[in-house]
């Protein structure tokens, strides 16, 4: 029998050197695809049936991921788009509208942002329910609460960037709050803006943590986090 | 084979054991007891890959109806009334109109909720000696946990409420209103 070209092309020098697996018609085989791919290494060979149970996670954990790294791509694209200066920022998002498929890049990034919001926060609550907290998982919760915190910063740093008066305000009411600390507030709301109030220093300031120094904080924490879910023996049984 | 997987496999001491029949499957099973486990390739990765691409493509659809909200430039000088935080924020901003020491649900609540969650998994544990199983019996109520329940649902349920009013029900000077007015 004559060979397709699709086996052409699975079995050839070139295919293999990158997949060297092979078609994955044997057990050993479909393990060695998942140990050798860089990307699917991450996870285990073999899984216990209970934990693909949609019903168990919701998926809850990997949607959030998947919403970060949309997020991280669609946020590179804007960086090329955006000035983070109080005479351009602004008048850079209005013309992202006119550029070819700016406006969609801009709905994708915000209405992501949103949704790990949620996510994250449900992600939590499914965690609590099934008691998933326990021993030896204890520590991936407290991983996780920090998790929560920096996407709730993300979210909110990203916030001010438009500079637009949805914007300013929320920021300017958001440090409001914050100044109500006892003794410190002033102080506190001081070190966020790097002013008495929203102007250029917040708006480099939330930008630089927006785009550098949450994300990669938050990339270590996740790394850690998935790594502890393996180390715990994979996603927790029933209760 | 499926069957057998679902007994958990206890050796006998007082059996001997022995090759007896070579069963067709797909991977060997020597030593290893009956688990419940199956291959991530294929079954794991079928599901990550709908789960992922449906909820790509939800997100294409809203961000392709649905713009993100631009409106006039900042101005320092124009008050909006009534100016909101973020929406995960409005819930807070809800408690503390409902009182003149904003220090308390804007700072104090906050925090205590915080650090409450990071010691969840802490104090959630099995009582070791008399102290631990009264703290038990307090904060978390036994091996049910009702009291945690409790506890975290109210957090949940309050969370949600509040930022629903917080973001949808106020309006000019943070007075009540339906949105769909
Ligand atoms: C950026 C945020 C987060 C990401 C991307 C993330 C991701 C994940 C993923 C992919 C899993 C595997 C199981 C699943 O999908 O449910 C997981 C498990 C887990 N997560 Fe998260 N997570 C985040 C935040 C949190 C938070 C806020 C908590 C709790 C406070 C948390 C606590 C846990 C625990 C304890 C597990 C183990 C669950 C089990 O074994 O059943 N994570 N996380």
């Not at chain 1, 694209?77 to 406006?103: C, H, V």
């Not at chain 2, 691409?53 to 000088?77: C, G, H, M, Q, R």
């Amino acid at each position: 029998m004559k060979k397709g070209i699709l086996q052409r092309i699975l079995e050839s020098a070139v295919w293999r050197s990158i997949f060297r697996t092979g078609i994955p018609d044997t057990d050993l085989k479909r393990s060695m695809l998942m140990y050798n791919n860089f990307f699917l290494h991450i996870f285990p060979v073999k899984m216990k049936r209970h934990g693909l149970r949609f019903c168990y996670t919701f998926c809850l954990g990997g949607i959030s991921f998947l919403l970060f790294i949309i997020l991280c791509v669609t946020g590179i694209l804007l960086m090329f788009l955006y000035t983070p200066s109080i005479e351009r920022a602004y008048f850079d998002m209005q013309a992202l509208a006119l550029i070819f498929n700016g406006k969609i890049l801009r709905n994708l990034h915000r209405w992501a942002a949103h949704g790990m919001v949620v996510t994250v926060f449900l992600h939590m609550v499914r965690v609590f329910y099934t008691r998933s907290y326990r021993p030896p998982r204890e520590f991936n919760w407290v991983i996780g609460i920090w998790l929560l915190i920096l996407t709730l910063a993300l979210s909110y740093t990203g916030y001010l960037l438009p500079w637009d008066q949805l914007a300013y305000w929320g920021i300017t009411v958001g440090t409001t709050i914050m100044s109500y600390t006892p003794f410190l507030g002033k102080h506190i709301q001081y070190f966020v803006l790097g002013a008495d109030e929203v102007g250029h220093e917040a708006l480099l300031r939330f930008y630089v943590l927006h785009c550098a120094v949450i994300p990669f904080v938050a990339l270590v924490l996740m790394a850690i986090h998935f790594w502890r879910v393996r180390k715990d023996g994979g996603i927790s049984g029933p209760l | 084979m499926e069957k057998d997987q679902e007994k958990v496999f206890v050796n006998d001491p007082n059996k001997t054991y022995g090759l007896m029949e070579i069963v067709e499957g797909t991977s060997p099973m020597a030593e290893k007891a009956p688990e419940d486990t199956i291959e991530s390739f294929p079954h794991y990765i079928i599901l990550l890959t709908i789960c992922s691409l449906a909820v790509t493509f939800v997100l294409f659809i809203i961000s392709l109806f649905l713009d993100a909200p631009l409106e006039e430039l900042a101005n320092p000088l124009v008050t909006p009334n009534p100016g909101k935080a973020p929406w995960y924020f409005t819930g807070i901003q809800e408690l503390i109109h409902y009182t003149d020491k904003p220090v308390i649900p804007g700072i104090i609540i906050p925090l205590l909720i915080i650090i409450w969650l990071f010691l969840i998994p802490y104090i959630d544990r099995k009582p070791k000696t008399r102290f631990t199983s009264l703290f038990n019996r307090i904060f978390i109520g036994g091996e049910k946990r009702r009291i945690l329940i409790v506890l975290f649902t109210s957090f949940v349920l309050g969370a949600l409420i509040f930022t629903l009013i917080g973001s949808l029900f106020r309006g000019e000077n943070w007075n009540f209103i339906l949105p769909w007015r």
